[in-house]
């Protein structure tokens, strides 16, 4: 309630009335009742503060939707249906045409032999075309024996700080099937923006 009122008051009409009908609540100077600035005033900002509520309930309704929306995951036990509020760093998660993409994510493979699909960023910087993004060789063909041995194995992504520059990613994935513990070398892939999904709708191809 109180950071509706000040987001009502943050408005030059508002202000107006509220300056205007305290000056007319003093006798000596007023040329009009009170009542007359502060009804209109009491109605503006009612009305403001109840299309603030509304605009809450769908954003809240929104967020719902967007936090049961249905996922799978992938791992050594095989597929999991679960839900984009229950996704975690370090998840493997299986998309298909048409899905959001839940978080920023790497692209590991895809179901065409070139490891490529194709993702519509629209709502990030309004442009429609789809963008090409590449699975590494490496990664595409050795995925399922990935999968199997994540129990024993030690995948790890690093990169650097979230940057505002869409266009603009770089990082390293690191596998190795010694543990973390041993910090021994493994199999290091360079990745970059054509393998980085921004949170998005993703049409795969």
């Not at 030059?12 to 003093?26: A, E, K, P």
């Not at 007023?30 to 109840?50: D, E, H, K, Q, Y």
């Not at 505002?164 to 493994?186: H, Q, V």
């Amino acid at each position: 309630m109180p950071g509706s009122l000040l987001i009502q008051f943050a408005k030059v009409t508002n202000d107006f009335y509220l300056i205007n009908g305290i000056f007319q609540s003093i006798p000596s100077i007023s040329t009009n009742s009170p009542l007359a600035s502060f009804v209109p005033m009491a109605f503006i900002v009612l009305l403001g503060m109840l299309k603030e509520l509304l605009a809450d309930l769908k954003r809240w309704q929104d967020d719902k939707r967007t936090n049961q929306r249905a996922y799978t995951r992938v791992g050594p036990e095989g597929p999991v249906q679960i839900q984009s509020q229950d996704i975690r760093v370090g998840d493997i998660l299986e998309l298909h045409d048409g899905q959001m993409v839940p978080a920023d994510c790497v692209l590991l493979s895809t179901q065409q032999e070139s490891g490529q699909c194709f993702v519509q960023t629209a709502s990030l910087d309004g442009e429609r075309n789809l963008k090409p993004k590449v699975a590494l060789r490496g990664l595409q063909d050795n995925l399922p024996v990935l999968l199997k041995s994540l129990g024993s194995a030690h995948l790890e992504i690093e990169c650097e700080e979230p940057d505002r520059n869409l266009y603009y990613f770089r990082g390293n994935l690191r596998y190795s099937m010694e543990s973390i513990e041993s910090k021994e070398s493994g199999r290091n892939y360079e990745i970059d923006l054509k393998q980085f999904l921004h949170s998005v709708r993703i049409p795969l191809n």
